[in-house]
Protein backbone atom coordinates (compact mmCIF):
# COMPACT_ATOMS: atom_id res chain seq x y z
CA UNK A 1 0.00 0.00 0.00
CA UNK A 2 0.94 3.47 -0.79
CA UNK A 3 0.96 5.72 2.45
CA UNK A 4 2.18 9.10 3.10
CA UNK A 5 2.66 10.55 6.06
CA UNK A 6 2.44 15.13 6.37
CA UNK A 7 4.66 16.05 9.44
CA UNK A 8 7.38 13.95 10.20
CA UNK A 9 7.83 15.06 13.83
CA UNK A 10 7.59 13.00 17.10
CA UNK A 11 4.19 11.36 16.30
CA UNK A 12 4.93 11.02 11.84
CA UNK A 13 8.05 9.66 12.86
CA UNK A 14 6.84 6.71 14.72
CA UNK A 15 4.26 6.35 12.13
CA UNK A 16 7.04 5.96 9.18
CA UNK A 17 9.12 3.79 11.40
CA UNK A 18 6.22 1.42 12.26
CA UNK A 19 4.90 1.26 8.67
CA UNK A 20 8.59 1.42 6.88
CA UNK A 21 9.19 -2.32 5.96
CA UNK A 22 5.92 -3.50 4.79
CA UNK A 23 4.98 -0.72 2.75
CA UNK A 24 5.68 1.63 0.30
CA UNK A 25 6.07 5.30 1.91
CA UNK A 26 5.75 8.99 0.75
CA UNK A 27 7.18 11.67 3.37
CA UNK A 28 6.59 15.08 3.73
CA UNK A 29 7.97 17.53 6.02
CA UNK A 30 9.39 21.23 6.01
CA UNK A 31 12.71 20.52 7.24
CA UNK A 32 14.08 17.84 5.52
CA UNK A 33 16.98 17.15 7.96
CA UNK A 34 13.98 14.99 9.67
CA UNK A 35 13.42 13.01 7.02
CA UNK A 36 17.38 11.99 6.14
CA UNK A 37 17.27 8.58 8.54
CA UNK A 38 14.21 7.43 5.84
CA UNK A 39 15.93 8.29 2.54
CA UNK A 40 16.67 5.31 1.43
CA UNK A 41 13.59 3.45 1.78
CA UNK A 42 11.26 6.19 1.09
CA UNK A 43 10.53 9.29 -0.77
CA UNK A 44 10.73 12.53 0.99
CA UNK A 45 9.47 15.95 0.28
CA UNK A 46 9.70 19.49 1.70
CA UNK A 47 6.59 20.69 -0.23
CA UNK A 48 3.08 19.04 0.50
CA UNK A 49 2.78 20.09 -3.37
CA UNK A 50 5.24 18.17 -4.90
CA UNK A 51 3.65 14.29 -3.11
CA UNK A 52 2.38 11.88 -5.15
CA UNK A 53 -1.26 10.26 -4.74
CA UNK A 54 -0.97 7.75 -1.79
CA UNK A 55 -3.96 5.31 -0.73
CA UNK A 56 -3.66 6.62 3.16
CA UNK A 57 -2.41 9.77 4.32
CA UNK A 58 -1.33 10.34 7.53
CA UNK A 59 -1.86 14.18 8.71
CA UNK A 60 0.52 14.49 11.49
CA UNK A 61 1.07 18.22 11.97
CA UNK A 62 0.85 20.94 14.83
CA UNK A 63 -2.73 22.25 15.30
CA UNK A 64 -1.74 26.00 14.70
CA UNK A 65 -0.15 24.63 10.82
CA UNK A 66 -3.12 22.26 10.14
CA UNK A 67 -5.44 24.87 8.14
CA UNK A 68 -2.27 26.10 6.10
CA UNK A 69 -1.29 22.43 5.23
CA UNK A 70 -4.99 21.22 4.10
CA UNK A 71 -5.57 24.27 1.89
CA UNK A 72 -2.22 22.40 -0.06
CA UNK A 73 -3.13 18.82 -0.19
CA UNK A 74 -4.26 17.71 -3.88
CA UNK A 75 -7.67 16.52 -3.75
CA UNK A 76 -8.96 12.92 -4.15
CA UNK A 77 -11.89 11.14 -3.96
CA UNK A 78 -10.18 7.39 -3.04
CA UNK A 79 -7.75 8.41 -0.40
CA UNK A 80 -8.14 7.57 3.57
CA UNK A 81 -7.16 10.55 5.54
CA UNK A 82 -6.05 9.80 9.34
CA UNK A 83 -5.67 12.72 11.24
CA UNK A 84 -3.75 12.65 14.25
CA UNK A 85 -4.43 16.36 15.03
CA UNK A 86 -5.62 17.56 17.92
CA UNK A 87 -8.49 19.75 17.99
CA UNK A 88 -8.87 19.10 13.99
CA UNK A 89 -12.45 18.26 13.76
CA UNK A 90 -13.42 16.00 10.88
CA UNK A 91 -15.94 18.81 9.54
CA UNK A 92 -13.13 21.09 9.09
CA UNK A 93 -10.76 18.75 7.03
CA UNK A 94 -14.16 17.96 4.94
CA UNK A 95 -14.42 21.71 4.36
CA UNK A 96 -11.03 21.60 2.92
CA UNK A 97 -10.53 18.05 1.39
CA UNK A 98 -12.76 14.80 -0.28
CA UNK A 99 -11.95 11.53 0.51
CA UNK A 100 -12.83 9.08 3.74
CA UNK A 101 -11.32 10.82 7.22
CA UNK A 102 -10.62 9.06 10.14
CA UNK A 103 -9.72 11.08 13.68
CA UNK A 104 -7.31 9.63 15.37
CA UNK A 105 -5.71 10.29 19.26
CA UNK A 106 -2.49 8.14 19.91
CA UNK A 107 -0.37 8.23 22.70
CA UNK A 108 3.26 7.84 22.93
CA UNK A 109 3.41 4.64 23.57
CA UNK A 110 2.85 3.89 20.15
CA UNK A 111 6.42 3.75 19.52
CA UNK A 112 6.89 0.12 21.19
CA UNK A 113 3.17 -1.56 20.17
CA UNK A 114 1.82 -0.73 23.28
CA UNK A 115 0.31 3.23 23.13
CA UNK A 116 -3.64 3.34 22.98
CA UNK A 117 -5.30 4.78 20.21
CA UNK A 118 -8.89 6.67 20.10
CA UNK A 119 -10.23 6.56 16.86
CA UNK A 120 -13.75 7.65 14.93
CA UNK A 121 -14.25 7.25 11.18
CA UNK A 122 -16.43 10.24 8.88
CA UNK A 123 -20.18 8.84 7.91
CA UNK A 124 -20.35 6.33 5.48
CA UNK A 125 -16.76 5.06 5.95
CA UNK A 126 -16.80 2.01 3.80
CA UNK A 127 -16.31 -1.41 5.59
CA UNK A 128 -13.33 -2.69 3.89
CA UNK A 129 -11.14 0.05 4.18
CA UNK A 130 -12.04 0.62 7.72
CA UNK A 131 -10.75 -3.50 7.86
CA UNK A 132 -7.74 -1.74 5.86
CA UNK A 133 -7.34 1.28 8.69
CA UNK A 134 -7.81 -1.00 11.54
CA UNK A 135 -5.09 -3.73 10.72
CA UNK A 136 -3.02 -0.36 9.72
CA UNK A 137 -3.25 1.73 12.88
CA UNK A 138 -3.02 -2.13 15.27
CA UNK A 139 0.93 -1.81 14.44
CA UNK A 140 0.18 0.76 17.33
CA UNK A 141 -1.64 -0.70 20.38
CA UNK A 142 -5.20 -1.11 21.56
CA UNK A 143 -7.65 0.25 19.12
CA UNK A 144 -10.52 2.00 21.05
CA UNK A 145 -13.67 3.61 19.08
CA UNK A 146 -15.57 6.92 20.56
CA UNK A 147 -17.52 9.24 19.46
CA UNK A 148 -15.95 12.32 17.90
CA UNK A 149 -17.78 14.52 20.84
CA UNK A 150 -15.96 12.76 23.46
CA UNK A 151 -12.43 13.47 21.80
CA UNK A 152 -11.20 16.41 23.96
CA UNK A 153 -11.81 13.72 26.93
CA UNK A 154 -9.78 10.98 24.79
CA UNK A 155 -6.86 13.58 24.46
CA UNK A 156 -7.05 14.74 28.11
CA UNK A 157 -7.22 11.24 29.24
CA UNK A 158 -5.16 8.89 27.32
CA UNK A 159 -3.08 11.31 24.71
CA UNK A 160 -1.68 13.80 27.19
CA UNK A 161 -1.96 11.11 30.13
CA UNK A 162 1.54 9.16 29.28
CA UNK A 163 3.05 13.06 30.52
CA UNK A 164 1.01 12.95 33.98
CA UNK A 165 2.42 9.10 34.71
CA UNK A 166 5.97 10.16 33.79
CA UNK A 167 5.53 12.93 36.49
CA UNK A 168 3.80 10.65 38.90
CA UNK A 169 6.59 7.96 38.24
CA UNK A 170 9.70 10.30 38.37
CA UNK A 171 8.14 11.79 41.66
CA UNK A 172 8.07 8.10 43.80
CA UNK A 173 11.27 7.61 42.08
CA UNK A 174 12.71 10.50 43.90
CA UNK A 175 11.02 9.80 46.92
CA UNK A 176 12.68 6.31 46.66
CA UNK A 177 16.37 7.74 46.69
CA UNK A 178 15.51 10.31 49.32
CA UNK A 179 15.45 7.32 51.42
CA UNK A 180 18.55 6.02 49.99
CA UNK A 181 17.56 3.21 47.47
CA UNK A 182 19.74 3.97 43.97
CA UNK A 183 17.85 5.10 41.18
CA UNK A 184 17.48 1.93 38.97
CA UNK A 185 16.12 -0.01 42.56
CA UNK A 186 14.00 2.71 42.89
CA UNK A 187 12.51 3.27 39.43
CA UNK A 188 12.56 -0.55 38.98
CA UNK A 189 10.13 -1.05 42.11
CA UNK A 190 7.83 1.84 40.41
CA UNK A 191 7.80 0.60 37.19
CA UNK A 192 6.92 -3.22 38.35
CA UNK A 193 4.14 -1.78 40.85
CA UNK A 194 2.63 -0.01 38.24
CA UNK A 195 2.67 -2.34 35.83
CA UNK A 196 1.62 -5.03 38.17
CA UNK A 197 -1.60 -3.20 39.49
CA UNK A 198 -2.38 -2.16 36.49
CA UNK A 199 -2.02 -5.41 34.26
CA UNK A 200 -3.97 -6.74 37.90
CA UNK A 201 -6.82 -4.64 37.17
CA UNK A 202 -7.36 -5.28 33.92
CA UNK A 203 -7.17 -9.24 34.85
CA UNK A 204 -9.60 -9.37 37.56
CA UNK A 205 -12.00 -6.17 35.83
CA UNK A 206 -12.59 -5.25 39.40
CA UNK A 207 -13.00 -1.69 40.73
CA UNK A 208 -9.69 -0.31 42.17
CA UNK A 209 -11.19 0.86 45.54
CA UNK A 210 -11.72 -3.25 45.91
CA UNK A 211 -8.42 -3.90 46.18
CA UNK A 212 -7.31 -0.61 47.61
CA UNK A 213 -9.18 -1.74 51.09
CA UNK A 214 -7.29 -5.53 50.73
CA UNK A 215 -3.56 -3.85 51.29
CA UNK A 216 -5.30 -1.36 53.48
CA UNK A 217 -4.31 -2.97 56.96
CA UNK A 218 -6.23 -1.32 60.73
CA UNK A 219 -3.35 0.34 62.09
CA UNK A 220 -1.29 -0.04 59.63
CA UNK A 221 1.60 1.50 57.55
CA UNK A 222 -0.89 2.13 54.14
CA UNK A 223 -3.35 3.80 56.06
CA UNK A 224 -0.95 6.01 56.92
CA UNK A 225 0.22 6.64 52.89
CA UNK A 226 -4.03 6.95 52.21
CA UNK A 227 -4.25 9.48 55.06
CA UNK A 228 -1.67 11.59 53.96
CA UNK A 229 -2.84 11.56 50.57
CA UNK A 230 -6.40 12.41 50.55
CA UNK A 231 -5.38 15.30 53.12
CA UNK A 232 -3.21 16.52 50.64
CA UNK A 233 -6.38 16.07 48.17
CA UNK A 234 -4.22 14.25 45.46
CA UNK A 235 -7.23 13.05 44.35
CA UNK A 236 -8.94 16.63 43.51
CA UNK A 237 -5.42 17.52 42.30
CA UNK A 238 -5.50 14.80 39.42
CA UNK A 239 -8.94 15.09 38.40
CA UNK A 240 -8.74 18.91 38.15
CA UNK A 241 -5.47 18.00 36.03
CA UNK A 242 -7.26 15.79 33.71
CA UNK A 243 -10.35 18.52 33.28
CA UNK A 244 -7.93 21.84 32.65
CA UNK A 245 -6.49 19.48 29.38
CA UNK A 246 -10.02 18.89 28.52
CA UNK A 247 -10.69 22.73 28.91
CA UNK A 248 -7.40 23.56 26.47
CA UNK A 249 -8.45 20.46 24.09
CA UNK A 250 -12.18 21.94 23.48
CA UNK A 251 -10.30 25.72 23.00
CA UNK A 252 -7.89 24.43 20.37
CA UNK A 253 -10.95 22.52 18.52
CA UNK A 254 -13.04 25.97 19.09
CA UNK A 255 -15.45 24.46 21.24
CA UNK A 256 -15.57 26.69 24.77
CA UNK A 257 -19.07 24.39 25.72
CA UNK A 258 -18.02 21.34 28.00
CA UNK A 259 -19.79 18.79 26.05
N1 LIG B 1 3.23 13.94 20.60
C1 LIG B 1 2.19 13.29 21.11
O1 LIG B 1 2.29 12.56 22.11
C2 LIG B 1 0.82 13.42 20.46
C3 LIG B 1 -0.21 12.57 20.89
C4 LIG B 1 -1.43 12.66 20.23
C5 LIG B 1 -1.63 13.58 19.22
N2 LIG B 1 -0.62 14.42 18.86
C6 LIG B 1 -0.89 15.39 17.79
O2 LIG B 1 -0.20 14.96 16.62
C7 LIG B 1 0.27 16.12 15.90
C8 LIG B 1 1.75 16.01 15.71
O3 LIG B 1 2.39 16.05 16.97
P1 LIG B 1 3.96 15.94 17.09
O4 LIG B 1 4.26 15.87 18.54
O5 LIG B 1 4.44 14.86 16.18
O6 LIG B 1 4.39 17.38 16.51
P2 LIG B 1 5.79 17.79 15.87
O7 LIG B 1 6.89 16.97 16.44
O8 LIG B 1 5.87 19.28 15.95
O9 LIG B 1 5.62 17.37 14.33
C9 LIG B 1 4.90 18.11 13.40
C10 LIG B 1 5.70 18.14 12.12
O10 LIG B 1 4.92 18.76 11.10
C11 LIG B 1 5.81 19.48 10.25
N3 LIG B 1 5.04 20.46 9.49
C12 LIG B 1 4.26 21.45 9.94
N4 LIG B 1 3.69 22.12 8.93
C13 LIG B 1 4.11 21.53 7.79
C14 LIG B 1 3.87 21.76 6.41
N5 LIG B 1 3.09 22.74 5.98
N6 LIG B 1 4.48 20.96 5.52
C15 LIG B 1 5.29 19.95 5.92
N7 LIG B 1 5.56 19.68 7.23
C16 LIG B 1 4.98 20.45 8.15
C17 LIG B 1 6.80 20.10 11.22
O11 LIG B 1 7.98 20.38 10.51
P3 LIG B 1 9.12 21.40 11.09
O12 LIG B 1 9.81 20.70 12.19
O13 LIG B 1 9.98 21.63 9.90
O14 LIG B 1 8.39 22.60 11.57
C18 LIG B 1 6.99 18.96 12.25
O15 LIG B 1 8.08 18.12 11.93
C19 LIG B 1 -0.14 17.33 16.70
O16 LIG B 1 -1.30 17.91 16.17
C20 LIG B 1 -0.38 16.81 18.09
O17 LIG B 1 -1.32 17.56 18.76
C21 LIG B 1 0.60 14.34 19.44
Avoid: W
Avoid at 191 to 199: M, N, R, Y
Amino acid sequence: MKIGIIGVGNIGTIIAEALIDDHQLVLVNRRTEKLKRFQSKAQIFSKIEEMPDVDILFFCVKPQDATGALKRIKRSNERVIISTVTGLKMSTIKSYLEGDIVRIMPNIPISIGKGVVGLTYSEEFPEDKKQTVKSLLSNFGVLVEIEEKHFAAVTALSGSGPAFIFVIIEALVDAGMKLGLSYDTSMELVIETIKGSAELLQKEGKHPGEYRHLVTSPGGTTIEGIYSLEREGLRGILMKMIFDTYKKALELQGDSSES
